[in-house]
């Protein structure tokens, strides 16, 4: 299965959040550790603030922080925020293939990814 890259791109900024969720983190920051086009991250950012996934605080100090400790956020759910829901007809055996992969990626949460690297 292929991650889309905003989808892959949200797990990174989500990931990054996390491990430095002491302190507000910049989306350029995170661009430049991630490799990642800070405008790119900005759209990316967007989507996440809208979804209440993170919170931000203007200023010369500002940046981003995660609103929830970082096993709250299944992975299965910041890959529907980016990607949506697929829109294919399913029949039986693909309606069921589906619900396995939404299963499983919702088994993991960014506090796993964390541990990951």
Known sequence: ??????SRYAL???????????RLVSVSAIANRRNIS??????IM????RAGFVASE?????????????DNYRVGDI???MDGM???????AVRKLEQA???VVDGFTVADLMEEK
């Open 46 to 49: 967007s989507i996440l603030k």
């Open 86 to 92: 697929p829109k294919v007809e399913s029949n039986g």
């Open 58 to 70: 203007r200023g010369v100090r500002g940046g981003y922080r995660l609103t929830l400790p970082p």
């Open 38 to 43: 800070e405008k790119y991250a900005e759209q």
């Open 1 to 6: 299965m292929t991650l889309s890259s905003k």
């Open 12 to 22: 990174e900024i989500m990931t990054d959040l996390a491990r430095h969720r002491d």
């Open 101 to 103: 992969v939404a299963s």
């Open 79 to 81: 890959l529907r925020l």
